[in-house]
């Protein structure tokens, strides 16, 4: 079975869900207001996979929450994703997104910084609906630690001459503030709302903690592989321009696998002193690309992603078979 069956197959089933989230993230965030419609647009994608909201319903069917909030979880997920985009284009003063021109190039600097505010208020208020304070930690300590991985990836980015490399340990931090803390509590909320739903069940702290893991993991692998496919050409993405993570200095773990197989001295000081400076790093870009290709970095970075969706799926296993425990597994085993 391909991986984009299998995505395929998650997404026939919950269609009607999926149309209902992709409904009030435009109703919600008030984009009848032209100040909002035009920039909000530039970031809605159809060829979006809209992960978060697929793990938010799963999770949901998972624990058998069936309450109002369902569609509302996975519109708070995306909303904040979609926050945190705005701002980052800014940050990475990015052009494109997924094929299309960014707010910031559109619009401005400023606007794109305003519109993501402006979204992660509306996440806020939705959150706010639900009357659950546990909620409201987990998106928020999410958004703190977005802020943080965000943070520290610029500080390695900006001025790589006035810092060591970064470790792996230091990466795989960053994409678990990144990506991971995001999905993580993304899948918990949905248990948190099902307690709810169900007072006299009790909680269980092994539950909400596995659910947690699995999104944390399935973060984690799909930073790597969205990172990994940064230097791929035989992807099926087309609309992501190539090397656009390595022209923007940041190191991912391509290079940070490449770098480990080269020979301690002259050759890791030559790669880390050449990377660190644009005109050097871009004037021997050609050179990078073949040690990346020469040391099998692609195929050795596809296998530690998977090693990782492999540790996602298995913080599944406290959870009785069920249709919505499968479909998690297919859409984590389609990353």
Not at 88 to 98: G, M, T, Y
Not at 126 to 150: C, D, P, R, V, Y
Not at 159 to 167: A, E, F, G, I, N
Not at 270 to 279: G, I, R, V, Y
């Amino acid at each position: 079975m391909s991986m984009n069956y299998r995505l395929a197959k998650t997404l026939a089933k919950l269609k009607t869900d999926m149309d209902k989230v992709s409904s009030e993230l435009t109703q919600l965030l008030g984009a009848d207001d032209p100040l909002l419609r035009q920039p909000f647009n530039s970031l809605i994608s159809p060829v979006s996979k809209k992960i978060r909201p697929l793990i938010s319903l799963l999770s949901s069917s998972l624990v058998g929450y069936t309450g109002d909030y369902r569609i509302t979880l996975a519109v708070i997920s995306e909303y904040i994703h979609m926050a945190s985009l705005f701002h980052d284009d800014v940050v990475d003063k990015s052009d494109l997104r997924r094929g299309q021109k960014t707010c910031r190039l559109l619009y401005g600097n400023s606007t794109s910084v305003l519109v993501g505010d402006y979204v992660y208020a509306r996440a806020c208020e939705l959150i706010a609906t639900t009357g659950n304070l546990t909620i409201l930690q987990l998106f928020a300590e999410a958004i703190k630690m977005m802020s943080l991985g965000e943070l520290k990836q610029l500080k390695f980015s900006r001025d790589l001459s006035d810092h060591p490399r970064v470790t792996m340990a230091e990466y795989l931090d960053i994409i678990r503030k990144k990506t991971g803390c995001l999905l993580a509590a993304t899948a918990e909320a949905s248990y948190c709302m099902s307690v709810t739903q169900d007072p006299g069940a009790g909680t269980s702290s092994s539950l909400s903690g596995a659910l947690y893991e699995f999104g944390m993991n399935l973060g984690v692998a799909y930073q790597m592989i969205d990172d990994t496919l940064d230097y791929s050409q035989d992807r099926d993405d087309p609309l992501k321009p190539l090397t656009i993570d390595f022209d923007e200095g940041k190191w991912t773990l391509p290079l940070l696998l490449t770098y480990a197989a080269l020979s301690p001295g002259q050759d890791q000081e030559f790669f880390h002193n050449t990377f660190a400076h644009p005109e050097t790093r871009l004037a021997h870009k050609g050179w990078f690309l073949e040690q990346i290709r020469v040391h099998k970095a692609f195929e050795r970075s596809r296998e530690q992603a998977k090693i990782i969706t492999h540790k996602a799926i298995a913080s599944l296993d406290l959870f009785p078979p069920c249709q919505a425990k499968d479909d998690l597994k297919n859409l984590t085993l389609s990353l």
